[in-house]
Structure formats: C-alpha cells, structure tokens
C-alpha cells in the first residue's frame, strides 16, 4: 500500500514565503514578493494547492490587505497585515485576537523567528501582508465566515505537518465553532450529523449555534463539557441515533454497526413486538415492520440516545432530536 502524503500547514508556507520576501527587501530595498503553492498531501483539505503570498515593504501604499478594517501584529519594527484572501477575526472565542489577522500563535511565532533572521539589517519601520490567492472564495467551504472570520481563510498549524486524512483537524474546526459560542455567551451548542439534520439545524436556530460534526459525537460532546457551553442538543437521523443509543462514541461504519439482535430484543421488551434480526440491514428497513409503533420509536431512541450521552457527560444538559 502506497503511504499517504503529508503537507505544510498553511503556517509554514506563509512562513517560509516571508522569509524569502523579507530577505529579498533587506537586499534591494524595494518592494519584494513571493509566491509559495501549498504542498499537495492526501488530506481532504481545502487549501492544498493553493498559492500563499508575501508581500514586504517599507511604504504601507505598496501593500493590498484584506479590505475589513485590522490591527496589524507588531514584530520589532514590522507590521504585519492580513492580505488578500486571508481573514480578520472579528469575534471572540478564536486564537488570534478581535481586530487581527486570523493568524494563529504557532505561525505567527515561526514569521518571528524570519524576522529574527534579518533583525540586525532592518533598519526602519516595514510592512508586510500574507495573502491567499482566491482565499475569499475557498473559505466559502470552510467555517470561517459562521465563527466570524472574514474575507478569507486562516494561517494555521501546530507542528508545522498536515497529517493526511487528519481527525485531529476536523476536531480543531469544532472546537474554533465551540470557543466561539461559549465567547458569545451562547447557552446551548446545536450539534448535527448529516444533511438533513444541518437542514433542520438551520430553520430553528442561529448559524453561530450550529455545529456539523461529522461522525464524532463523543469527541464533539467532551469538547461542548470542557468549553462551559451549559446545554448541547444532539440533532440526526434515526441511523446514527440507535448508533449512539447501543453506545458508539464514533457513528462511522468503520467503528462499528448497530446490533439488531439487541435492537430487536429491545423492541420487544418495551412493545412485545417479535422480529428476526438477521431480516434487518436498515434501521429504516425494520421502521416498515413496526406499523403503529413506528412513531413512537423515535423519542423512545431520542431518551436512550439522551441517557447515553449524559452518562458520558453528566454535568452536560442534554437533549436529542432525531429528524423524520
């Protein structure tokens, strides 16, 4: 079997693309850009490929930032801005601070350390931006604009390597959503597996609210406990509901099935109907079989699926619906 690919982070990238463009300006003192293409890797991410830029200067005029009103970080005598394509946070609950470039701590501290290279031969005040070519556009696929990051995508990394087919960063996009509705003061974090559950979400509740969070109900969950979110309503359909009410942690297929012997032993006990479970490969397929009791299946799932939960995460008010 071939290995997947690993890639930079985009903070790598916008690092070593303004290294390149600050060591260019110290050398001819006019206006210096590189141009950096994200490394290909085997990740589902949305930023491969994409071309990272930097631009450095000593005239503010040479330089075109992201157009929202923004802070620029100030590193010795630099002033670094958010470019074209790369976002301004403008609410609370992320990393960089209201006002800045959706630049996170880690990339920021190696853009430093390029600095640091070329300390002792800058000697004025310089400006600087990290673009992303089209990054307004690609970030319409993210969840930047919902937790209030605007006119772009974010610089982001921890250890400098995207690890393909990475669960780790689906996790961290859940927790930027998470940290932004407990910085709002939001009371209950909606969390939705699926289409029609995002669907549903989306005509009763605000957008921030919302949080999609793929088949990773227990790691969603135990991030919403340590957030000091108060309340967390679990919305899917009745697949992935009789999953967690048999106590899966992770709804994909690969961790497991449902159990129809036990689904069908509980039916029986709470209605005295008798099925074959080896009949069954659908939880759909038995509703056809369940007649007048179809109906009352679903909040009888949606009180287990509870009782699941909240034996996971006590101290966590929680609620389920199940989408028709």
Not at 106 to 111: G, T
């Given at each position: 079997m071939t290995p997947l690919r690993r890639g930079y982070t985009t903070g790598v990238s916008a690092a070593l693309a303004f290294g390149r463009a600050l060591e260019a300006w110290c050398v001819s003192r006019e206006r210096a850009q590189t141009v950096t293409e994200k490394m290909d890797n085997d990740d589902l991410d949305v930023t491969k490929g994409c071309m990272i830029v930097a631009t450095v200067s000593d005239r503010l005029e040479d330089l075109t930032s992201n157009p929202r009103e923004h802070s620029p970080y100030t590193i010795g005598k630099l002033r670094l801005y958010a470019g074209e394509g790369v976002g301004v946070v403008t609410r609370a609950g992320l990393k960089p601070p209201i006002g800045y470039p959706a630049i996170n701590p880690r990339p920021l501290e190696a853009i430093?350390?390029?600095y640091a290279r070329f300390a002792d031969r800058i000697d004025r005040e310089i400006y600087a931006t990290i673009g992303i070519e089209d990054g307004e556009t690609?970030?319409?696929d993210t969840a930047n604009a919902k937790v209030g990051v605007l006119g772009g995508l974010s610089i982001l990394g921890t250890t400098g390597w995207v690890k393909p087919i990475s669960h780790e960063a689906y996790l961290d996009?859940?927790?930027?959503e998470v940290a932004v509705i407990a910085?709002?003061?939001i009371e209950t974090a909606v969390l939705t597996l699926g289409n029609a559950s995002l669907a549903y979400a989306k005509e009763r509740f605000e957008a921030v609210q919302i949080v999609e969070v793929g088949n990773f109900v227990y790691d969603a969950l135990g991030i919403v406990a340590q957030s000091g979110v108060k309340q967390a309503m679990f919305v899917c359909g009745i697949g992935k509901g009789v999953k967690v009410m048999q106590g899966h942690r992770n709804t994909h297929n690969?961790?497991?099935s449902i159990d129809f012997t036990v689904l069908c032993e509980q039916i029986e006990k709470k209605?005295?109907?008798q099925f074959n479970s080896e009949n069954f490969r659908t939880v759909k397929g038995l509703l056809t079989e369940l007649g007048e009791y179809e109906e009352a299946f679903y909040p009888y799932v949606e009180i287990r699926a509870t009782e699941v939960m909240r034996g996971w995460f006590p101290d966590l008010e929680m609620t389920t619906h199940i989408v028709r």
């Amino acid at each position: 079997m071939t290995p997947l690919r690993r890639g930079y982070t985009t903070g790598v990238s916008a690092a070593l693309a303004f290294g390149r463009a600050l060591e260019a300006w110290c050398v001819s003192r006019e206006r210096a850009q590189t141009v950096t293409e994200k490394m290909d890797n085997d990740d589902l991410d949305v930023t491969k490929g994409c071309m990272i830029v930097a631009t450095v200067s000593d005239r503010l005029e040479d330089l075109t930032s992201n157009p929202r009103e923004h802070s620029p970080y100030t590193i010795g005598k630099l002033r670094l801005y958010a470019g074209e394509g790369v976002g301004v946070v403008t609410r609370a609950g992320l990393k960089p601070p209201i006002g800045y470039p959706a630049i996170n701590p880690r990339p920021l501290e190696a853009i430093e350390a390029q600095y640091a290279r070329f300390a002792d031969r800058i000697d004025r005040e310089i400006y600087a931006t990290i673009g992303i070519e089209d990054g307004e556009t690609i970030a319409r696929d993210t969840a930047n604009a919902k937790v209030g990051v605007l006119g772009g995508l974010s610089i982001l990394g921890t250890t400098g390597w995207v690890k393909p087919i990475s669960h780790e960063a689906y996790l961290d996009s859940i927790r930027s959503e998470v940290a932004v509705i407990a910085a709002g003061g939001i009371e209950t974090a909606v969390l939705t597996l699926g289409n029609a559950s995002l669907a549903y979400a989306k005509e009763r509740f605000e957008a921030v609210q919302i949080v999609e969070v793929g088949n990773f109900v227990y790691d969603a969950l135990g991030i919403v406990a340590q957030s000091g979110v108060k309340q967390a309503m679990f919305v899917c359909g009745i697949g992935k509901g009789v999953k967690v009410m048999q106590g899966h942690r992770n709804t994909h297929n690969r961790f497991g099935s449902i159990d129809f012997t036990v689904l069908c032993e509980q039916i029986e006990k709470k209605w005295g109907l008798q099925f074959n479970s080896e009949n069954f490969r659908t939880v759909k397929g038995l509703l056809t079989e369940l007649g007048e009791y179809e109906e009352a299946f679903y909040p009888y799932v949606e009180i287990r699926a509870t009782e699941v939960m909240r034996g996971w995460f006590p101290d966590l008010e929680m609620t389920t619906h199940i989408v028709r």
